[in-house]
T-cell receptor, first 117, second 112 residues
Framework: DAGVIQSPRHEVTEMGQEVTLRCKPISGHNSLFWYRQTMMRGLELLIYFNNNVPIDDSGMPEDRFSAKMPNASFSTLKIQPSEPRDSAVYFC???????????????FGPGTRLLVL | QKEVEQDPGPLSVPEGAIVSLNCTYSNSAFQYFMWYRQYSRKGPELLMYTYSSGNKEDGRFTAQVDKSSKYISLFIRDSQPSDSATYLCAMTSGGSNYKLTFGKGTLLTVNP
């Protein structure tokens, strides 16, 4: 069974350019998470979708960041315009969360390494 | 004060050593505690999962939670070079809150 798939794996871009990161969650999972990882701040949750609906976007740093989940098998995280301080590893994770059910594992993708020059 | 504190290390031990990794936290609402392992240039993967206080053992790994002290630990017995990775603690209050709060991670190297 394929795990969480992210693309691209590496992205190098210049300041001011638009960056789009893509994620395909594990089939059957109903929850999707976007994280950012840096040495300074560690792993931070950016946004959480449940059944394709954004539930918590309080971690999105500013209006330059946006995320969509048009269907259960695809999500994008967009940065426009990109800045050098956005350089980080961006992870997508998915999970099956049932109301009132036990806490389930989040399965992480391999990440996208973003470098903004 | 950060919600979750974790010593970043690095921690270097010889093969076969017992390793102790720890996190402290400040939010008394946290009830679910996890340890993730992250190999270099990979995504984190769940290693251990514990609800409330107590111990949980899985092979060479033991997770301990002391809610009264707001302190969690991961012990690795007979450490192997393949255990070399970054270990992140994570926790959540549960209920309708699915947000995980992570420690920054401890980099462990097990030398052959």
């Amino acid at each position: 069974d394929a795990g969480v798939i992210q693309s691209p794996r590496h992205e190098v871009t210049e300041m001011g350019q638009e960056v789009t990161l893509r994620c395909k969650p594990i089939s059957g999972h109903n929850s999707l998470f976007w994280y950012r990882q840096t040495m300074m701040r560690g792993l931070e949750l950016l946004i959480y979708f449940n059944n394709n609906v954004p539930i918590d976007d309080s971690g999105m740093p500013e209006d330059r960041f946006s995320a969509k989940m048009p269907n259960a098998s695809f999500s994008t995280l967009k940065i426009q315009p990109s800045e050098p301080r956005d350089s980080a590893v961006y992870f997508c994770a998915s999970s099956l969360i049932l109301a009132g059910g036990p806490r389930e594992t989040q399965y992480f993708g391999p990440g996208t390494r973003l470098l903004v020059l | 004060q950060k919600e979750v504190e974790q010593d970043p290390g690095p921690l270097s031990v010889p093969e076969g050593a017992i390793v102790s990794l720890n996190c402290t936290y400040s939010n008394s609402a946290f009830q679910y505690f996890m340890w993730y392992r992250q190999y270099s240039r990979k995504g984190p993967e769940l290693l251990m999962y514990t609800y409330s206080s107590g111990n949980k053992e899985d092979g060479r790994f033991t997770a301990q939670v002391d809610k009264s002290s707001k302190y969690i630990s991961l012990f690795i017995r007979d450490s192997q070079p393949s255990d070399s990775a970054t270990y992140l603690c994570a926790m959540t209050s549960g209920g309708s809150n699915y947000k995980l709060t992570f420690g920054k991670g401890t980099l462990l190297t097990v030398n052959p």
